[in-house]
């Protein structure tokens, strides 16, 4: 499903392949790549970026929607600066996750926050009911994301990803 959703300062887009060189400043950086899920394989050069974007734009018509992974891009000045998935939760697949990628730069703005709100805001329109986010218990910038769009604390699982979580979820109104 192709998507191109603007918000006050960004743009959340499809991935293209000559985003390779600027997406490694996102999932190349170590303050990101650390805290990713553990399929994530450490990208350290354009090319290995180049095939992991090439990997997702393949795979984005295939997904059940409205699963996607999206660019972030900041509308004053074309800068990519951030990353966006919906994805189904491994390994029952029902359950919506929504996770995000920043370069580190860029933290501390609200990017994250204002990317979720627009995606989220569609995701529902297109129907699904709910809508989670996951994250390792000392991963407090991501935690404090999924509280600031108002999502609830549901518990702490080892059900996804084989490894100790804090579950959020968030549904309309
Ligand atoms: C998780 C991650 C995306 C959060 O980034 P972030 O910049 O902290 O989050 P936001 O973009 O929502 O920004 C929130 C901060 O911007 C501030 N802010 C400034 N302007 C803002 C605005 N207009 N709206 C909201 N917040 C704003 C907030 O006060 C908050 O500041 P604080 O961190 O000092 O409390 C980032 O840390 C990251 O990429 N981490 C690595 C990958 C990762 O952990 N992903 C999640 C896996 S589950």
Redesign the pocket.
Known sequence: MSLELPTDRLLIREWELGDAEDALKIYGAD??AH??TPEWHPVNETDAMRSVLHAWIEAGPNLIPPAGRWAIVRRQDGQLVGGLSLKLLPPFEEDFEL????RPDV????????ASRAVIAWAFEQGIEEVF???RPR?E??I??AR?LGMEWVGETEKYYDMRLQVFRLRPG
Do not use: H, I, K, Q
Not at 99 to 102: D, E, I, K, R, T
Not at 107 to 114: D, F, I, K, V
């Open positions: 303050e990101v805290w990713l996770s995000w990628a920043l933290w501390g703005r609200g990017y994250a926050t204002e986010a996951v994250a991963n910038r991501a404090a994301v600031r």
